[in-house]
């Protein structure tokens, strides 16, 4: 059996593109973008990294990192989420990011995860400090 995937630093440019662009659909909640939308928005379809615009259907992740789950102000979670009771920090938004739904059961997070750790790798490094991989 391999070892399990640890978190370790990645590439914030390469997380900052998986935040941003999909290249085909994906399922949001109840909102389904088809396939035929190339370049559709992946993360950024529901959250955002700017503190100053609040939440979106997913919660802002502006200060992701330290919060405990289900704790944006704002923002209406599951009891699942609310009642977890972890920290984000890299490690555990490592093991989130690969498949939200077991890391959370009942979780209303429709995003399938990241099964590559190279990718979840990149996007936790894009998250710690977004402003220093955003295109100026």
């Given at each position: 059996m391999p070892p399990k995937a640890e978190y370790k630093k990645g590439d914030g440019f390469d997380g900052e593109k998986l935040f941003v662009v999909s290249l085909s659909?994906?399922?949001?909640?109840?909102?389904?973008?088809d396939a035929d939308h190339n370049a559709q928005q992946r993360c950024k379809q529901c959250h955002t990294v700017v503190e100053?615009?609040?939440?979106?259907?997913g919660p802002n992740l502006s200060g992701l990192f330290g919060r405990k789950t289900g704790q944006v102000e704002g923002y209406s979670y599951t009891d699942a989420n609310k009642g977890k009771g972890i920290t984000w920090k890299e490690d555990t938004l490592f093991e989130y990011l690969e498949n939200p739904k077991k890391y959370i059961p009942g979780t209303k997070m429709a995003f399938g995860g990241l099964k590559k750790a190279k990718d979840r790798n990149n996007l936790i490094t894009y998250l710690e400090d977004p402003s220093k991989f955003q295109k100026k």
């Open positions: 659909g994906c399922a949001v909640g109840r909102h389904t973008l100053s615009e609040g939440n979106k259907i």
